[in-house]
């Protein structure tokens, strides 16, 4: 019963004065008033009971629209800010598989949210507009030597002239999604590892690595080419030690490079309080 007084969410969405988000310890729509702090539970999801966990990964909001992306769900939601209606719509199984994490990631392009799968098989374009979902192509055909069950994309990737980019955490290389034609090209990466993070800036990619007992990032020109170690940080360095050499804002940047996991926002017990800290970084 504690888990309802819990909120922590792996994304959210900002409308106005307000912050939504579908928590994580059970299947319900939260908002943050920005102005009072105050959190509200709204209503539970549709299509599972009130104790499911991890049903949504992301929020991104459309127009007076908010989707959630299915991680644990099997079902995307279509929230209207204004009517307070939810739409739903099953993912089909044949096209995805049958797992028990389906997408993390999302991006908007006109009425469209592109869906970047975790276990999933493909990637999929959500139309707000009709509620319907495409199928793109099979990474499984694609890409050579990746399991059904293996780790496709976590959540952070960039967008570069109307490309996605996205590092697999399985193997050692990018996944370069056109949003004009939807296809995909394979990028190799000649990084150790591969990487799990990737950042654009000034004509520049800059990626975390995935070793396991550093946070290496390098950066490189024209996709794999001319890499260069710029920066290593032991997992041992405590968060007080990164804070004295750079303070917090540093250290949130560098984290938005090399751990997803620090998207998950707890604002359990603090409200206004973490809203206000975050909003002066």
């Known amino acids: 019963m504690d888990e309802i007084y819990k909120s922590r969410a792996f994304g959210y969405a900002e409308v106005e004065n307000a912050i939504w988000f579908s ?8 908002k943050i008033n920005k102005t009072t702090g105050k959190i509200e539970i709204l209503m539970k999801f549709p299509n599972y009971d009130i104790w499911r966990q991890c049903q949504h990964s992301y ?14 769900s099997r079902y995307i939601i279509s929230y209207d800010i204004k009517t307070n209606e939810f739409m739903s719509v099953a993912l089909k199984l044949s096209k995805t598989g049958k797992t028990d994490l389906y997408y993390f990631g999302a991006c908007v392009c006109e009425q469209y949210v592109y869906m970047f799968p975790v276990k999933a098989r493909c990637i999929i374009r959500y139309d707000v507009r009709k509620n319907v979902i495409k199928y793109l192509d099979d ?10 069950n293996s780790i496709r994309f976590m959540l952070q990737y960039e967008i570069v002239d109307g490309k996605v980019f996205l590092p697999f955490t399985g193997l050692n290389a990018m996944a370069v999604f056109n949003l004009c034609d939807e296809k995909i090209e394979i990028q190799p990466l000649d990084i150790d590892g591969g990487c799990s993070a990737v950042c654009h800036c000034k004509s520049v ?16 020109q024209d996709y794999y080419y001319n890499r260069q170690v710029i920066s290593n940080y032991l997992v041992n360095n405590s968060y007080y030690e990164r ?14 490079y090399f751990n997803f996991c620090l998207n998950c926002y707890d604002v359990t017990n603090y409200g206004k309080k973490i809203y206000d800290m975050v909003r002066k970084i």
């Open 59 to 72: 929020v991104v909001c459309v127009g007076q629209k908010l989707i959630f992306v299915p991680f644990r």
């Open 243 to 256: 804070k004295k050499k750079g303070g917090l804002k540093e250290y949130i940047n560098l984290i938005r």
């Open 23 to 30: 928590n994580v310890y059970f299947n319900g729509l939260e």
């Open 139 to 148: 990474l499984s055909v694609i890409v050579e030597n990746i399991s059904e």
């Open 205 to 220: 990619f800059f990626s975390k690595t995935r070793k396991i007992h550093s946070f290496e990032t390098v950066s490189w």
